[in-house]
């Protein structure tokens, strides 16, 4: 799954018609040039690429005043908003994306319903947890890592990586639940 995608589909969505650079501005304006890696080159082959695939529609605008081409802007098709909510829910479900894939999906997380927001996050908590789980079922009771060398770093490393993950996981969940964000169903007029 691409960072990319999700953030340029989501960035488009939100504003109905956009062009390629409020896009990127409204990428940049969220940081996700340094956590996403998003370059300029990468959101203007992403906006062709998804065009080619019918995800969105490109509309010549404005001709340019310096003898360019004219301005594109750019809206989704239905198949770019499938393709965006599938990215989203996908994206909020697993147990272990790429971070820039979960941050990109947690920037986007208030396009859902809330109570979708929520179950999305408590299918990640229970999958995380089974995860963890599996990472220590064949560990002997009582068993001290320290005394493993590298190997016990290693399971440690991803231990503490699940316990931190789920302990953010669940305090998201309990912001939504207390109400935190104005979701898509608490916004007229906005569909998903």
């Known amino acids: 799954m691409s960072?990319?995608?999700?953030?340029?589909?989501?960035?488009?969505?939100?504003?109905?018609?956009?062009?390629?650079?409020?896009?990127?501005?409204?990428?940049?304006?969220?940081?996700?040039?340094?956590?996403?890696?998003?370059?300029?080159g990468s959101i203007y082959h992403a906006l062709k690429a998804m065009t080619a695939e019918e995800l969105l529609l490109a509309h010549e605008t404005t001709p340019s005043t310096t003898g360019g081409p004219p301005r594109i802007e750019y809206e989704t098709t239905d198949a770019?908003?499938?393709?965006?909510?599938?990215?989203?829910?996908?994206?909020?479900?697993?147990?272990?994306?790429?971070?820039?894939?979960?941050?990109?999906?947690?920037?986007?997380?208030?396009d859902l319903p809330r109570a979708e927001a929520i179950a999305l996050l408590r299918q990640r908590a229970d999958?995380?947890?089974?995860?963890?789980?599996?990472?220590t079922v064949d560990l002997p009771?009582?068993?001290?890592?320290d005394t493993w060398g590298p190997v016990g770093e290693v399971l440690?490393?991803?231990?503490?990586?699940a316990d931190t993950r789920a302990e953010w996981t669940q305090r998201l969940l309990r912001r939504l639940e207390a109400g935190a964000f104005e979701m898509a169903d608490d916004k007229p007029g906005r569909d998903r």
């Open 127 to 135: 999958a995380m947890e089974v995860w963890r789980a599996a990472v």
């Open 80 to 110: 770019g908003d499938q393709a965006y909510f599938g990215l989203l829910r996908t994206a909020l479900s697993q147990r272990d994306p790429r971070l820039d894939v979960l941050a990109a999906a947690v920037g986007l997380i208030d």
């Open 3 to 40: 960072a990319v995608r999700l953030l340029v589909l989501g960035a488009v969505r939100r504003r109905d018609r956009a062009h390629g650079y409020q896009v990127r501005a409204d990428l940049e304006s969220w940081g996700a040039h340094e956590w996403a890696n998003l370059k300029s």
């Open 156 to 161: 440690g490393l991803w231990l503490h990586t």
């Open 141 to 145: 009771p009582g068993t001290d890592l």
